[in-house]
């Protein structure tokens, strides 16, 4: 899979928006861009994930630049539920299927929420 | 509420023991995983299975094993649990193996060997 480069470490204020970045920059046509957070001491949690459209959940925005080399995603109004470390990762039929089915989290970045 | 449950939260076992870690997916997903997590090194494939009974080996393989005797369960047995195998252990599952499709994961299991 390409490789996906985050910031270490973010900063939020409770119910303020956070818009956590994510620089893909050799992104194939066919790559789909992934987002996990995982909180403390619980296994992964999928978030959202798109190919060139922005998305919406329920639980965040996907926005993605129009060249596909970065992302953004978006937690409208974050709470203290939200800390977590969030991982972007790309995922390719062909190398998914290459690399045995495995998911390869980076390092993501880690989202602290203030009172 | 879909769910993926682990057996243990947490675990403590003696080096040389058998360790069975279970875990359960209540989406009738046909792929299931067993990865295990450590500092530094992110996550690490163990096994996957696609289909009842059936098992490919992941990344590190060595020193565990894994059944799928039934659809919803897939197990990951440690033969003889040395301290190397000191992690969190986590499970996964898929509907299909396409990109496009997510991942569940379990809670996870902090084994610690002594």
């Known amino acids: 899979d390409a490789k996906t480069t985050q910031p270490n470490s973010m900063e939020s204020n409770e119910e303020e928006p956070v818009h956590l970045p994510c620089n893909h920059s050799?992104?194939?046509?066919?790559?789909?861009i992934h987002w996990y957070r995982q909180l403390p001491s619980q296994g992964p949690e999928y978030v959202i994930h798109?190919?060139?459209s922005n998305v919406n959940n329920r639980m965040a925005s996907l926005a993605i630049a129009e060249d596909r080399k970065s992302s953004t995603l978006i937690l409208h109004r974050a709470t203290l539920r939200d800390a977590a470390v969030y991982y972007c990762?790309?995922?390719?039929?062909?190398?998914?299927?290459?690399?045995?089915?495995?998911?390869?989290f980076g390092k993501g970045t880690s989202l602290l929420v203030t009172p | 509420d879909v769910k993926v449950t682990q057996s243990s939260r947490y675990l403590v076992k003696r080096t040389g023991e058998k360790v069975f870690l279970e875990c359960v997916q209540d989406m009738d997903h046909e792929n299931m995983f067993w990865y295990r997590q450590d500092p530094g090194l992110g996550l690490r494939l163990i096994y996957f299975?696609?289909?009842?009974?059936?098992?490919e080996k992941g990344d590190i393989p060595e020193g565990y094993s894994v059944s799928r005797e039934k659809k919803e369960r897939f197990s990951l047995i440690l033969e003889s649990a040395s301290t190397n195998q000191t992690s969190m252990y986590l499970c996964?599952?898929?509907?299909?193996?396409?990109?496009?499709?997510?991942?569940?994961f379990g809670q996870g299991t902090r084994l610690t060997v002594v």
């Open positions: 798109g190919l060139t």
């Open positions: 990762i790309l995922r390719d039929e062909s190398a998914w299927a290459n690399s045995g089915y495995a998911l390869n």
């Open positions: 996964a599952s898929t509907r299909s193996l396409r990109v496009n499709t997510e991942a569940f």
């Open positions: 299975s696609y289909d009842v009974k059936m098992k």
């Open positions: 050799t992104i194939s046509g066919t790559d789909y």
